[in-house]
């Protein structure tokens, strides 16, 4: 990629304009002047936060698209400006290659930060231990949804459980601490495999985690699933365990658990309304994915999101789903 080297003779107005004329930027300065540089553009650039939800969406990628425009050297996990942090350990954790060479800063910042956060880990409630996520891994940091899975009753007898879409192994843990004894989760990220499997060792709970799409073989009594809840194509790899394009994983779940389910079992959908409150999906097109499943709604419990950046009014819900007619 031909480059533009700039330095900390650059302003962030200037280093705008030349991305805007299609310059992608070296920066050969001081390592913390580039933090400042990239903060200067965000706030030039800020987040779409009105208009319809096709116009945010590429507004975003616009605006991921110019943060990305700022690249740093890197030679073996080591970048070479004045003042850089040691970022090896953090990167070899990311899966960052040796060999990469000039990095877009944005990136190695989300490397930085997704290194901070798995060392300090997140305090669940509902779960009174600390989950530790992994590089591109959906984090719990919005665990409202824990509380719904911690206090629903479980299924009469329920002995095993699947926790399709397992990120983390949050939900999974919750189920063994609630004393199902065979759990097996699944993922089709190989990060959030490997994340799993390290959070359910470190919390001694006994599961099975294994990289497939959707469902692992045989039944259950009951099945959890969490899939990202905005039926849209994602911008990033990060964006995967939110966006799910054309709604597949939510598709695919809801056709499918039927028939993995065991007699007298049942499944815990998780979903905000989200896609609901943005236009994306109706409710009454959810409720015909659940009937085209052979699945009637035995209950709901509702939560509203607690985070900033919850929509006025939004609520996510565990929908508890039983074979049969509605
Ligand atoms: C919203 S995150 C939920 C993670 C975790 N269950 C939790 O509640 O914190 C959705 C997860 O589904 C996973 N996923 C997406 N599509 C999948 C598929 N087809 N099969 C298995 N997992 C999938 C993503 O990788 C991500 O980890």
Redesign the pocket.
Known sequence: MPFLTVDDRMTADRALRLIRRGHTLLWTGDFQNARQILAALGRRVPAPRDGSFADQRRRQAERVRILSSLFVPMTGHRVTLRRSPDLRTACREAGVPHDAGPVPLRELLGVIGAHQLRRRGVHVPALNDRIHPHYG??A?TR?E??DLVAQQPLPAGAGTAF?????????AAILARRGIRRLVA????PR?VACARENLERLAVSAEVLE???FPPGRADLI??????IPATPLTALD???Y?EDG??LR?FLGTVRERLEPGGEAWL?LSDLAELLGLRSRGELVAMFQAGGLRVAGRTSVEPRHRRARDGEVTDLWQLRPGGC
């Open positions: 891994v959906f719990p665990s949804y824990a926790d399709i879409g397992t990120g983390t192994g949050l939900l699944t993922d089709n990220n959030a497939t799409d959707l959890v699933c969490n899939p990202p809840w995967r365990a939110v799910d597949r994983m695919g998780i």
